[in-house]
Nanobody, 124 residues
Framework: QVQLVESGGGLVQAGGSLRLSCAAI????????MGWFRQAPGAERDFVAS????????VYADSVKGRFTISRDNAKKTVYLQMISLKPEDTAVYYC?????????????????WGQGTQVTVSS
C-alpha cells in the first residue's frame, strides 16, 4: 500500500508561481509512474502531467505545456510540479497519483494510488 501526501497549494495572483510536492509513504517509489491531475468545481478530473521512472520521461497536457514542469526525486520519494505563469483557469484541486508501472500515462484509470489533493487558487 502506498500513501501519497500533497503539499504546496495556496492562493497566488495570476502570473505567479507555486511548487507542489507529493511525498510517497510505503511502496517502491522508483518503480512507480507518477502523475498530477486537477479537478475544478463541477468539472471532471483532468490530466496535467506525468513522469516515468526518469526525469526524461515526461508528458504534459497542452494547456500547461511550457508553464508546468514535473520532476521526481527517487531518494526522497517525492514528485514535484513546478507551476509558473499561473492563470485563473489553473484554479483547481490538484491530485498526485501513482501507478504500478515505470512509465507515464495520461489516463487517470491507469493509476492505483491517489493523494487527498491540494487546493490551488489563482486570482485575476
Amino acid at each position: 500500500q502506498v500513501q501519497l501526501v500533497e503539499s504546496g497549494g495556496g492562493l497566488v495572483q495570476a502570473g505567479g508561481s507555486l511548487r507542489l510536492s507529493c511525498a510517497a509513504i510505503g511502496g517502491t517509489f522508483s518503480t512507480y509512474g507518477m502523475g498530477w491531475f486537477r479537478q475544478a468545481p463541477g468539472a471532471e478530473r483532468d490530466f496535467v502531467a506525468s513522469i516515468g521512472w526518469s526525469d526524461r520521461l515526461t508528458v504534459y497536457a497542452d494547456s500547461v505545456k511550457g508553464r508546468f514542469t514535473i520532476s521526481r526525486d527517487n531518494a526522497k520519494k517525492t514528485v514535484y510540479l513546478q507551476m509558473i505563469s499561473l492563470k485563473p483557469e489553473d484554479t483547481a484541486v490538484y491530485y498526485c497519483a501513482a501507478r504500478r508501472s515505470v512509465y507515464y500515462n495520461r489516463d487517470p484509470h491507469q493509476y492505483d494510488y491517489w493523494g487527498q489533493g491540494t487546493q490551488v487558487t489563482v486570482s485575476s
